[in-house]
Nanobody
Framework: QLQLVESGGGLVQPGGSLRLSCAGS????????IGWFRQAPGKEREGISC????????????KYIDSVKGRFTISRDMAKKTVYLQMNVLKPEDTAVYFC?????????????????WGQGTQVTVSS
């Protein structure tokens, strides 16, 4: 029933910023934990960040992998039924297709086996 659509990817220079969006198709989207994943060529899909169910996210329930901590910020707009990933100080190694998905758990972890309803992804390329 839930359809997720990612947008906001593109080409950016090292040190630059992008904001990715994950838009949900139904109102109950706001009650789900949502994760961001990325997959580079020849690599497995890895979880990079997740946000807890609204409106309680942001108080310590959000998670980040070490490689993006301090650079990326996950947030939620309840009215727009959208989860964002603000990506700052981008590095070439951040180049990948970025996906969002719904967690099957109330409080999210960064294990892709816990996620469903995957979007189709948006390409992020960091290059000079």
């Amino acid at each position: 029933q839930l359809q997720l659509v990612e947008s906001g990817g593109g080409l950016v220079q090292p040190g630059g910023s992008l904001r990715l969006s994950c838009a949900g198709s139904i109102a109950t989207f706001n009650g789900y934990s949502i994760g961001w994943f990325r997959q580079a060529p020849g690599k497995e899909r890895e979880g990079i960040s997740c946000i807890g169910p609204g409106p309680s996210s942001g108080g310590g329930s959000d998670k980040y992998i070490d490689s993006v901590k301090g650079r990326f910020t996950i947030s939620r707009d309840m009215a727009k039924k959208t989860v964002y990933l603000q990506m700052n100080v981008l590095k070439p190694e951040d180049t990948a297709v970025y996906f969002c998905a719904r967690s099957t758990k109330i409080w999210c972890e960064l294990d892709r086996q816990e996620y469903t309803d995957w979007g189709q992804g948006t390409q992020v390329t960091v290059s000079s």
